[in-house]
T-cell receptor
Framework: AQKVTQAQTEISVVEKEDVTLDCVYETRDTTYYLFWYKQPPSGELVFLIRRNSFDEQNEISGRYSWNFQKSTSSFNFTITASQVVDSAVYFC????????????FGAGTTVTVRA | DTAVSQTPKYLVTQMGNDKSIKCEQN?????MYWYKQDSKKFLKIMFS???????INETVPNRFSPKSPDKAHLNLHINSLELGDSAVYFC?????????????FGSGTRLTVV
């Protein structure tokens, strides 16, 4: 079975602070994919990143960065210099490479950035 | 152009009614999905179709019946609606044959059963 745990339910920060969202996953597969999605108050699900299990390189995209560590089964997400527009629910998700196509989501972390 | 479009965006209906939610994707993807997001924001897969063939059917009541007339459409019909069906339903698509494993979600349909 596969499982994604986002232990932080809610995080509140003041603008310009950095915020790190934790994601821990469980899977028996050697090949798998990890994702982060953002759900702003408007409700849509916005794709942020996909990382496969072979690639442990960290990634940076603007103010967003991701730290993938297979040794600890973690795929953490950091927002640097947070802005009010970053306020959203952030979901970490996992899928196997097999043919079940299923994306298993964590419970989400609600980030509130105060001006 | 909207990549994955769902209609309607909002749906308010009475218990016991039958309703449908439509989904269309113009990405040329071969696989489509329905996900349900409950009041606590938890997202769970309901169904998946690959090239019009049912691939995933999670533990969903028989009152929910997906229909895929072609690869670009996946509709969700719900019979005898119950209060507990109130949720946001997301349609999604992905291209599986090329191994890209990227999911594109629609904007969601908020279903409220009263």
């Amino acid at each position: 079975a596969q499982k994604v745990t986002q232990a932080q339910t809610e995080i509140s920060v003041v603008e310009k602070e950095d915020v790190t969202l934790d994601c821990v996953y469980e899977t028996r597969d050697t090949t798998y994919y990890l994702f982060w999605y953002k759900q702003p108050p408007s409700g849509e699900l916005v794709f942020l990143i996909r990382r496969n299990s072979f690639d442990e390189q960290n990634e940076i995209s603007g103010r967003y960065s991701w730290n993938f560590q297979k040794s600890t089964s973690s795929f953490n997400f950091t927002i640097t210099a947070s802005q009010v527009v970053d306020s959203a629910v952030y979901f970490c998700a996992l899928r196997r490479r097999s043919n079940d196509y299923k994306l298993s989501f964590g419970a989400g972390t609600t980030v509130t950035v105060r001006a | 152009d909207t990549a994955v479009s769902q209609t309607p965006k909002y749906l308010v209906t009475q218990m016991g009614n039958d309703k449908s939610i439509k989904c269309e994707q113009n990405l040329g993807h071969d696989t489509m999905y329905w996900y349900k997001q409950d009041s606590k924001k938890f997202l769970k897969i309901m169904f998946s179709y690959n090239n019009k063939e049912l691939i995933i059917n999670e533990t969903v009541p028989n009152r929910f019946s997906p229909k895929s007339p072609d690869k670009a459409h996946l509709n969700l019909h719900i019979n005898s609606l119950e209060l507990g069906d109130s949720a946001v339903y997301f349609c999604a698509s992905s291209q599986e044959s090329t191994g890209s494993y990227g999911y594109t979600f629609g904007s969601g349909t908020r279903l409220t059963v009263v």
